[in-house]
């Protein structure tokens, strides 16, 4: 069975390119997807995702508060916080930052092992 993810980043290129990056894989499904973090909120209730992606810097809502409000929602859901400001999210770690792991676009080659790793645990 198919894992549900899904995808909140208010940049459509980066949603086009992990919906693709799903596309390729028999074993994840994309759910959803969202551009800002009251939308992500919204359609995590929906859908009851397996796994979560929110970019730490859009609109309406950023995705680390999106992150708060879907861990009291959905406590068992992993959340990857996917951003260009890594350095900046890793330290907000420190303060007790809602996500499971934080993983830099300029990395995005590994995200699909982040993602692995995170559904099999």
Do not use: W
């Not at 069975?1 to 459509?12: E, F, G, N, R, T």
């Not at 359609?43 to 995705?63: F, Q, S, W, Y």
């Not at 406590?75 to 830099?104: C, H, K, M, W």
């Amino acid at each position: 069975m198919s894992k549900k993810i899904l995808v909140a980043d208010d940049s459509p290129l980066i949603r086009k390119v992990l919906c693709r990056m799903f596309e390729t894989q028999e074993d994840f499904d994309l759910c959803a997807e969202a551009s800002n973090g009251e939308e992500a909120i919204a359609l995590a209730v929906k859908h009851r995702p397996d796994l979560i992606i929110l970019d730490m810097a859009m609109p309406v809502m950023n995705g680390i508060d999106a992150a708060r409000e879907i861990k009291q929602i959905l406590p068992g859901v992993p959340i990857i916080l996917f951003t260009q400001y890594t350095e900046l999210a890793t330290r907000a770690a420190f303060t007790n930052l809602p996500v499971d792991r934080v993983v830099s676009k300029n990395d995005g080659d590994s995200l699909l092992g982040h993602i692995r790793s995170l559904i099999s645990a």
